[in-house]
């Protein structure tokens, strides 16, 4: 069970940090966000470390369908009623840099960039589609509305973004963190101001970005209440149709399509960690009943953080805590909110405004409907009778058959069945 892009490419390794250091700027986590960050940072001549706890890529990088769109859903239309206009426009620019910013970095690297369209489509609101799209045209962005896709699915249509792209993102990161100052198997246990303290040493840095997925600081930023996790499967299938574009439903438990060389990789069976849901078994019917001559080659999950509003979380991780930086909440959609959290960041850290700063700011209000929904499920699961208990908050923990872990609901911690950690927010495995 491991995704595609992992019998692709033979990472760099990097050695564990043994000792003190002082550096500029820290950044925790080596997942793609981390890892680009480090990159702006060190093009523009700041100096950085980067600490992951385990290897690089190796916690939800490795995990992505990735697709590199702007297009994130319907969510434009949505934005505009949340935030604004001129705010929704930005994100959507702010998401078109980050594709151009691939673009550029794509020219000189084997990874399989290619240019493709992407598509939202829908199984029975049509309306929805049309909103979208006239929306994206006020913004100026040149959307089309299809009557028809290239799917095993009746639908009433799609949206249509061109100039999107898809890649390997493995062998994208395998090229540019040639040179990055990375210390693998090093994890930070504890922060003491701006000082990291790992297992091996001390870090005395003057910033500190943390770019751990879940946020693991829980007195700062309230993250515990702002997210929830969300996960999601993935079968690569042979011998099956190929689709041409990126595809997407519009509703929150439809299915995914993209192709990878002679591969079709399909997405679906979502639902919030700890939660039931349909998972491979979603996956594995919908093959057999559409793509019935098809083989299935590989299989995995992901995990995502959910935001109340959709919009990632970028910027300083409190009010109160002005030389520390947080990129999370990536709402499914990674690979164009990285280049994003890195190219905010690096301009935060140089002192160069942003046009972005205030779209991502993760200060701003909390009081959205998912708050509540957050708050309730948190509460359930404190009050809920369980021997097993998870170490980040003490919510009980779920027995999830399909891949056999214990998963918390609260704010989707997972665990092995031997107690290991696998996902955080937690910190470490369960007492035994």
Request: glycine share 8%; net charge positive; charged share 25%.
């Given at each position: 069970?491991y ?9 760099p ?13 820290l ?16 093009n523009?001549?700041?100096d ?12 939800i ?10 297009q ?46 992407s598509f ?6 049509r ?17 089309e ?8 699915l ?9 100039n999107q792209?898809?890649f ?10 040639k ?5 693998e198997h090093?994890?930070?246990r504890?922060?003491i ?15 500190i970005?943390?770019a ?27 011998n ?19 192709n990878y ?11 919030r960690t ?7 078994t ?27 509003d ?6 300083r991780?409190?009010?109160r ?26 301009d935060?850290i140089?002192?160069k405004d ?18 509540a ?15 097993k208990?998870?170490?980040h908050l ?5 027995w999830?058959k ?21 996902d ?9």
């Amino acid at each position: 069970m491991y995704p595609v892009w992992s019998d692709n490419t033979d990472l760099p390794r990097f050695e564990q940090l043994k000792g003190d250091l002082k550096t500029d700027v820290l950044i925790i986590g080596g997942g793609l966000a981390g890892i680009l960050c480090a990159y702006e940072l060190k093009n523009r001549g700041v100096d950085y470390a980067l600490c992951e706890a385990g290897e690089i890529t190796c916690g939800i990088t490795k995990n992505t369908t990735a697709k590199l769109t702007s297009q994130h859903g319907l969510i434009y239309n949505k934005l505009v009623k949340q935030f604004g206009f001129e705010r929704a426009k930005l994100y959507l620019q702010a998401n078109e840099d980050a594709l151009s910013r691939y673009r550029q970095l794509c020219v000189n690297i084997d990874c399989n960039f290619e240019k493709q369209a992407s598509f939202v489509y829908s199984l029975d609101d049509r309306r929805k589609l049309e909103k979208e799209l006239d929306t994206l045209s006020k913004m100026g962005f040149p959307a089309e509305l299809c009557d028809s896709v290239p799917l095993p699915l009746k639908t009433v249509g799609a949206v249509r973004f061109p100039n999107q792209a898809q890649f390997d993102p493995l062998r994208f990161v395998s090229s540019i963190v040639k040179g990055l100052n990375i210390y693998e198997h090093t994890k930070i246990r504890e922060l003491i101001g701006t000082d990291a303290v790992s297992e091996n040493g001390r870090i005395k840095a003057e910033k500190i970005i943390v770019a751990t997925h879940f946020p693991f600081i829980n007195k700062h930023g309230s993250y515990f209440l702002k997210m929830y996790q969300s996960r999601s499967y993935v079968i690569a299938l042979g011998n099956a149709q190929s689709v041409e574009g990126m595809y997407v439903d519009e509703a929150d438990k439809g299915m995914s399509f993209r192709n990878y060389k002679d591969l079709l990789l399909l997405g679906g069976g979502g639902h919030r960690t700890g939660k039931a849901g349909g998972g491979w078994t979603e996956l594995e019917s919908f093959a057999k009943r559409n793509y019935p001559e098809a083989q299935e080659k590989y299989r995995w999950a992901t995990q995502d953080c959910m935001t109340l509003d959709s919009v990632p979380y970028i910027g300083r991780y409190s009010k109160r805590t002005p030389t520390m930086y947080v990129a999370t909440g990536f709402n499914k959609w990674g690979m164009t909110s990285s280049m994003v959290s890195a190219m905010l960041l690096a301009d935060m850290i140089t002192g160069k405004d942003n046009p972005y700063a205030e779209v991502f700011s993760p200060s701003r209000t909390i009081l959205r409907p998912q708050l509540a929904v957050n708050a309730a499920e948190a509460t359930l699961n404190l009050l809920t009778p369980s021997k097993k208990r998870c170490p980040h908050l003490g919510c009980a923990l779920k027995w999830n058959k399909q891949e056999r872990s214990w998963d918390c609901p609260c704010h989707g911690s997972r665990f092995e069945e031997s107690g290991k950690l696998i996902d955080n927010p937690a910190a470490g495995d369960l007492p035994s």
